[in-house]
Every structure is written in C-alpha cells, then in structure tokens.
C-alpha cells in the first residue's frame, strides 16, 4: 500500500545517502528525490521538480544542521533551479551541477556568485576522460562517476586533475564492492560513495505545500533581526494582496495617525518597524485558508494579550506579540513547534520563551495560556512581579486585548 493510499502512512519527503571520507567517517550526505507515495520514478523524469520539492521538504524539516545531522548536504541542481534563490545557509549546503548543463554566460556568472557567498560547489556525474571542462574552475569538489572508467583510465583522469586543478576534491560514486573502494584509494581520491558503503534512507514525514512554503518564508524574512524600514516595505509589496490588507489595518481606529496612510513605506515610517512586522505576520499566518477562523482568532487574543502586558516597554511588547503568536505556528503548519522556531531566524530570547518558557517573554506567554485556561491561581505572579506586573495589570490588560481584537476584527481587515 503507498503512502497516498494509507492516510496513516507518512510521505517521503526524500532520500539521505551517505557520503564519506578515506576513514569511513560521514562527511555529508546527498539528498536524493523520491516519489511521494514511495513508487517508482516518474517518467519522463522532471529535474526541476525533483530539485524544487527536495529543496521544499528539507526547508521545512527544520534547519539544514537538523536535516543533515551537522553534516553538509549535496543538493543537485537544474540549470533553471540554479538561477532561483536558495534557501539555505552556505555552511551546510552544497550544490551539485550536473555535468550536461549548459555552460552559459549565465549559469557560469551564477556559479560564481555563489561561490562568492561561499556555498560549495560539486560537478555531478562526472565521465570526461580529461580536465579541461569549463565548470572545473568554477567547483570544489568533483564526483566521478566509478563505473564509466577502467582502471587505467580512472587512473588517468584523477591524475589529470589533480595536476590541471589542484584545488578540487575528487569524490568516486557509484561504488559496488570492496575492491573498487580500495581501488579509488589507491588512486588517491578524498571522498567515496556508493550502495557499497551505505543505501539511501528514506525520510518521512508530512510534507508543507508550496503555498505554506511561500508564508513561511515571508515570515522568515519579516523578522530578520536587522530588517530595517525600506527593506520590511519592500517586502511586503511583493505580495500586493497583504500590503492592502496592512493597510487597512494601519489606518483602523487602535492605529490612526494624523491624516491617511496611503503607502507601505509611510505605514513603516509612522507606525514603527516592530509593529509593522507584527501586523504582516499576522496577516500572513491569516492567509493560511484551510485553518478555522478560531484558531486565527486565538491566536491574535494570545499575542495581544502578551503585548499589551508588557505595554509599558514598547521593545518587549512587540517582541511579547511574536512570542504570543508564534506559540501557536505547531497548529498553524502542523509540525512542531522546534522544528519551525530553527528555520527562523528569531532573537534568542524569543526562542527561549517559545521552547523553554523562560525569561521575562516566557512569563508573559505563561501568564497568557493560564488566562486562556482560567488558572488564575496558576498564573507565574512572581515572575510577572520581578516585571512591575500587577494582578490588577493583567486584568487590565486582558480587557485591551479581547477590546483590539473585536476592532481588528469588525474593521475586516482580519
């Protein structure tokens, strides 16, 4: 039975296969495409889609140090994915090129740049019987494909490289047996791989849709830490629906600034970059349709709530709103809460309300959920004092924030 038959089957995101070094020790793995269901592969075979939905599970199983056990991961890449963004951080992705892509003016500019933003690089498949292929100069790391070569000519090859471009690392794939990694020492090569020294493992998982993908992502680039004006407006004029949206937020009632706030990045200007971000995180979660209404509204109750207790501290309050908010992305995404918290790039004390309920947010997101609950004797009231909070405090607040959620949500805008 596949997995798209059996709703209690977990998908494939992806294949993980070992990569080692001339001790036997994992260096990296490679990421390998597989069907969904964990049928055959589809024919014909569509590169870009392998490339775009391994990119897409691994994103959204947590951090590359996650997925890759602190390994670097090998990702292969299409010309055409070659000239999208990459999601990842440089230190722990490398990019393979397959041997047979063009060696345009583009492709070799966009190796470069890449290059420059120090990821590494790696020629895929490679069966030339000499060292003159252009992209030679451009990569780091060379993956010869074993069983194209004799032995003579497997000689031949590392030796020619090794003199024409001392600085590759020549890594043999494909390997079948014992002799033919003994074979591929001798001949001097850094790293082996093969069925031989280890199989693709099949991860499994509950793949995130493209669509939540995009939100994700918006997210992550709406709270980077140094966002500033223009770039968190830029930002959110590439999705024009949750620019209007923002909009009409901004100039409701609990927002008003003298006169109307016509432009994004006037709205950042008058209303602050920490609220802003607040307002379009909301808003974006808000575009995840197949969640109830309800749970959109819990959520913005819990991050006001956590906002306007720590109202009198303008950088802890809109910090408190994220936390708030951010409780509830496990619903959100159905994944868990850590595995979502490592893909963004969050302040550490955030992160540490969030996973641990520690520190001065993590008082505040407690005293939140023991609200929610009616545990008024549960509420942390020691640490909420350490804060200046009083009992009186938290009712107050709590009244300010059911009063803003009823405007945003009778305003429409949410």
């Known amino acids: 039975m596949s997995a798209l038959s059996d709703p209690h089957q977990p998908s494939v995101l992806f294949a993980r296969q070992p990569i080692f070094d001339s001790s036997r020790e994992i260096v990296a793995f490679e990421l390998l ?12 075979f569509d590169g870009n ?3 775009s939905t391994v990119l897409l599970n691994a994103f959204t199983q947590g951090d590359l140090k996650t997925v890759g056990q602190g390994k670097q991961l090998y990702v292969n890449f299409t010309a055409d994915t070659l000239a999208g963004e990459i999601p990842f951080d440089n230190a722990h992705m490398v990019v393979e090129i397959l041997e047979d892509t063009p060696c345009t003016e583009a492709v070799c500019q966009r190796l470069v740049e890449l290059r420059e933003r120090g990821f590494t ?11 003159t292929h252009p992209f030679l100069p451009l990569v780091d790391v060379v993956k010869l494909e074993y069983p194209h070569y004799s032995n003579e000519e497997f000689y031949r090859i590392i030796t ?17 047996t014992e002799a033919e990694l003994e074979h591929c020492l001798d001949a001097g090569c850094d790293y082996f791989q093969g069925y031989f020294l280890a199989r693709p493992q099949i991860v499994h998982g509950k ?28 930002t959110i004029e590439r999705d024009p629906a949750l620019g209007m949206r923002l909009l009409h937020l901004v100039n409701t009632t609990q927002y008003q600034r003298p006169g109307e706030i016509d432009s994004l990045h006037q709205a950042v200007r008058l209303v602050g970059v920490h609220r802003v971000r607040s307002l379009a995180t909301l808003l974006a979660l808000s575009e995840l349709n197949d969640k109830p209404h309800s749970l959109r509204q819990l959520a913005l109750t819990r991050a006001s709530l956590c906002r306007e207790l720590a109202i009198d501290d303008p950088l802890l309050s809109e910090r408190a709103f994220i936390v708030g908010l951010f409780s509830y992305l496990e619903a959100f995404f159905d994944r868990p809460l850590k595995d979502l918290v490592a893909i963004l790039p969050l302040h550490p004390a955030i992160n540490a309300a969030l996973l641990l309920h520690e520190g001065p947010l993590g008082a505040l997101l407690d005293t939140a959920i023991k609200l ?39 305003s429409g805008g949410f």
Do not use: C, S
């Open 372 to 410: 929610e609950h009616g545990d008024w004797n549960e509420i942390p009231w020691a640490r909420l004092q350490a804060l200046g909070i009083q009992a009186i405090d938290v009712g107050a607040a709590n009244q300010r924030a059911l009063k803003i959620v009823g405007e945003l949500q009778a």
């Open 160 to 176: 020619q490289l090794r003199r024409h471009q001392p600085h590759l690392k020549l890594l043999a794939e494909k390997l079948e």
């Open 121 to 131: 690089l790696a020629l895929d498949d490679y069966t030339e019987h000499d060292a």
């Open 49 to 51: 889609r392998a490339t």
């Open 207 to 234: 793949p995130v849709t493209t669509a939540r993908l995009t939100i994700l992502k918006l997210i992550t680039e709406l709270n980077q830490p140094d966002i500033g004006t223009r770039h968190i407006a830029t």
């Open 33 to 44: 495409f597989r069907p969904t269901d964990g049928g055959p592969m589809p024919l014909p």
